[in-house]
Structure formats: C-alpha cells, structure tokens
C-alpha cells in the first residue's frame, strides 16, 4: 500500500491533465506537481522538429508530427512506469488520436492511408493490457473565448497565426471527446474555479476532490 500526501492522494497515482490548447494544462501540472511533490511529465513543444512546420503546412506535416508526439509520449509513459509513479503528466496520449489525429483525417489533412497506419501503431501501442492507465484524467473546460485569450496571451506565434476556426473545430471536439471517454476515471474542472495567478492555495479544493476520487476508484479496483 502506498503512501498518502496531505490530500489522501497516494504518492504513486498518476494525474493526466486534458483539455484543448491554451486551457491550462501546463500551469495546472506544475502547481499540481508542486504542491504535491510529484514529478512532472510535459509535451515537448520547444525543440519539437514539425511543429511549426506543421501549423504552416498541416497537409506535409500532420502523420510526420503524430508519430513524433506518439513516440514521445510513450517514451514519457515508460518513464512514468519506471519511476513506480508519483507523476502529473501535461496532456493525455488518447488525446492525439482522440482529438488531433481525428480532426486531421476527418478535415482531410491526414491521408486515410496515413491515418490508418497512425491508429493501427497507436491501438497496438496503448490500447492493450500490458498500458498502464492514468488514476485520473482531470478535464479542464472553460469558455471558448477566454481559451483564445489565452492562447493570444501565452504568444507562441505558430498559434496566434492559426484561424480561430482551427481552435474552434478543436474546442467542439474536445466537448463531444470527453463525454464519451471512459478509458480511465474522469474529474471535470472548470478554469474559473481556481485562480493560480493571484491565489496558489485556490487549487486545495481541487486537491481533495482529486484524493477522494482516486481512492475511491483504486477501491473499486481492489474489490
Ligand atoms: N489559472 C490561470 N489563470 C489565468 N491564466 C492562466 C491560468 N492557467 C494558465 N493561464 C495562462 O494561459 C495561457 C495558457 O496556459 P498553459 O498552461 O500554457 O495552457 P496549455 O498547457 O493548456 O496549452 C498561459 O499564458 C498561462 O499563463
Ligand atoms: N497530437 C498532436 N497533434 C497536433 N498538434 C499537437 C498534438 N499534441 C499537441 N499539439 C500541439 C498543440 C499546441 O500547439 C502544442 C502544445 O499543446 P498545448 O495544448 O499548448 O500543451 O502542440
């Protein structure tokens, strides 16, 4: 049995943190993580090779770019695994197929022949028993307009150039994403129930909820 932080969230759970770009998954994980004194798993975005091409040219890039984020997600789970947990990782692996992946074969920017080689590597990578699921995925949510603020906010030019119908067609397949997921236990959050610029402690509430329901699902497990 392992040990359990402040919250009563066992000091081997692993947090997933999803929600559409912009929302504040980053921010969250590292508070999270700090608070908790877990270690934190991040997307790699600076020193990724075809995300900016990518956004120039989803078309050349996007099976190029899935199957970098791919590779680099697992590598990021099998770490997770070796270190027994005790991690908050920035976006979830269901979410590049789920969303990005999706998106990019339904728009036709991803080839049917590319997308299909993409899941077939995906489903034999993680949909099996031998992956190990997150405890919980926390979904953020917040109004369309305040994410698009934010996106303008955090100035990564690559995005601020993006139209806001890309980020629009995102935010309304992330809403329909999440009510159907059910590949691990789901806590729903909403950005404006905590406030980490002005407030750090405004994330205690959201610790608990986090610690209750963990627990209950590894109980659920047990029995
Ligand atoms: N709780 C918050 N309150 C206000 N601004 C926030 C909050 N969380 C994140 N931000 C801001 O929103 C932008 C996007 O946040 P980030 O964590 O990078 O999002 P994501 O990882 O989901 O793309 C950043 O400029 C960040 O400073
Ligand atoms: N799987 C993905 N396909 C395309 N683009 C992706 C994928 N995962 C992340 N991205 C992009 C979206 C953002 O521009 C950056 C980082 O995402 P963020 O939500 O800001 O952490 O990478």
């Avoid at 728009?107 to 997150?134: C, E, I, Q, R, S």
Wanted: glycine share 6%; charged share 25%.
């Amino acid at each position: 049995m392992s040990q359990l932080t402040t919250f009563g969230i066992p000091s081997n759970a692993v947090i997933t943190v999803a929600g559409t770009v912009g929302v504040g998954k980053s921010t969250l994980t590292s508070a999270l993580a700090n608070e908790l004194g877990f270690k934190t798993s991040f997307e790699k975005v600076d020193g990724n090779p075809y995300l900016d091409q990518f956004y120039k040219d989803f078309e050349r890039w996007s099976f190029h770019l899935q199957v970098y984020f791919l590779a680099e997600r697992f590598k990021e789970q099998k770490r997770i695994f070796e270190y027994g947990g005790g991690f908050v990782q920035d976006r979830s692996i269901y979410e590049d197929t789920g969303i990005f992946a999706k998106m990019h074969y339904d728009k036709g920017t991803m080839t049917p022949t590319d997308y299909d080689t993409y899941k077939n590597l995906f489903d034999a990578m993680v949909m099996t028993p031998y992956f190990p699921h997150p405890d919980l995925l926390i979904y953020l949510e917040g109004s369309f307009e305040d994410i698009l603020d934010r996106i303008q906010a955090r100035g990564r030019k690559m995005e601020q150039e993006t139209p806001v119908e890309y980020w629009k067609e995102m935010y309304d397949r992330y809403e329909h994403w999440i009510d159907n997921f059910n590949t691990c236990p789901v806590m729903r959050v909403n950005i404006n129930d905590y406030d980490l610029l002005n407030h750090e402690q405004s994330i205690d509430p959201l610790l608990e909820r986090i610690g209750k329901s963990i627990q209950t699902s590894r109980k659920l497990i047990r029995s």
